[in-house]
């Protein structure tokens, strides 16, 4: 087991910079233009990646007006039927090498979520550097077994699952073949709200599992993933729109480009401020160093008077001998003429014991 993969040469896990994916799904709107308008806002934000879906509305479910096949209340998507939303929004196939090229041009990766086997072959056709398993499809062994067998890291969302599923998918993965594989924490609400994210589960998860752990995050704004960040995780994957006034299937839950570089850069603060285990001062602490206390003469002295809480007392600044030395120098002897504000030392001190 392994706390590190990596995408296209580029480490993931602890001790190297989170790896941020705008997910485009499908506010592209079934505009190409659009699609490619999004790939570079996630550029100027600074994304890592941008993740696909590849799916169509046959390839997903049923085209049934059964009533099994209608979403019922509870999400934003209330009143359709399944393949009326994948429908709208499927990203076309052909687009796909497309927006690759473009992405890869700007320094960025492009990968996918696959939803079938003939959606895993068609991004192997792709060449991505790595495979996403939707929440939804975590339980779907038989689409983890042949994405395992791509020998590509595998990223597996685990919206919904419990521990025993999340643990068959992973051995699922391993036995397949896959020697790189990650999770993302997820709640698969759309928006989640704050309190149902549970953001402690990552470090419990990294460590179970032994796998670099990310969060694919449907909440509203910028806090969850910040947060995320201090909890130890190692990607964060958020929705990205050109506007949220523009309806679409997943607008509502998206960020418009100025709140994902928002994002983005309180995401890389958070990170340095996590930095690592250290009680050492830090360099930018020792202009501040003069604002602790410490012993000085208090007042004139002579050679030979005696130390005393008149004479000797613990102020700012900080130059003298710490102040948990005040009572190993009262009652002994100045060795010498001392001005006031002079810092205490040992060597000002007779019969030091």
């Not at 941020?20 to 570079?40: K, L, P, T």
């Not at 895993?120 to 994405?147: Q, T």
């Not at 900080?318 to 003429?337: E, I, M, R, S």
Request: aromatic share 6%; proline share 5%.
């Amino acid at each position: 087991m392994t706390c590190t993969t990596q995408i296209n040469g580029r480490s993931i896990g602890p001790g190297s910079p989170v790896y941020i994916i705008a997910e485009m799904s499908a506010n592209h709107g079934q505009e190409f233009d659009q699609a490619v308008s999004i790939i570079h806002a996630a550029k100027e934000a600074g994304a890592d990646a941008i993740k696909l879906q590849t799916y169509t509305a046959d390839t997903l479910t049923l085209a049934c007006k059964s009533r099994h096949f209608q979403i019922g209340k509870g999400t934003i998507w209330e009143g359709k039927t399944l393949h009326e939303l994948y429908g709208e929004a499927f990203t076309p196939w052909e687009w796909q090498p497309k927006l690759k090229q473009i992405a890869n041009g700007l320094g960025m990766d492009l990968f996918s979520s696959a939803f079938d086997a003939s959606a895993v072959d068609f991004l192997e056709a792709m060449d991505v550097p790595a495979h996403k398993i939707a929440s939804f499809e975590l339980v779907d062994l038989p689409l983890i077994e042949k994405m395992a067998g791509t020998h590509k890291p595998m990223l597996l969302s685990t919206g919904m699952a419990s521990i025993e599923e999340i643990d068959e998918a992973v051995q699922t993965a391993r036995n397949a073949g896959a020697d790189q594989i990650a999770l993302f924490k997820c709640t698969s609400a759309y928006p989640a709200p704050p309190e149902s994210m549970n953001l402690a589960t990552i470090a419990d998860m990294a460590a179970r599992f032994g796998v670099p752990v990310g969060l694919s995050d449907h909440s509203l704004g910028i806090a969850v993933p910040v947060a995320a960040v201090a909890l130890g995780t190692c990607m964060i994957e958020k929705h990205l729109t050109l506007s949220r006034s523009v309806p679409g299937p997943d607008s509502a839950f998206s960020l418009e480009p100025h709140e994902f570089k928002e994002m983005v850069q309180a995401v890389r603060a958070a990170e340095k401020a996590v930095g690592e285990i250290s009680y050492a001062e830090q360099g930018h602490e020792s202009a501040t160093r003069m604002f602790r206390r410490s012993l000085f003469v208090a007042c004139d002295v002579r050679a030979g008077e005696t130390a005393s809480t008149d004479n000797v007392r613990s102020v700012r600044p900080g130059n003298g001998l710490a102040p948990k030395h005040l009572k190993d120098v009262l009652d002994h002897k100045f060795t010498q003429d001392i001005a006031q504000g002079t810092p205490l030392t040992w060597n000002l001190i007779g019969g030091r014991r």
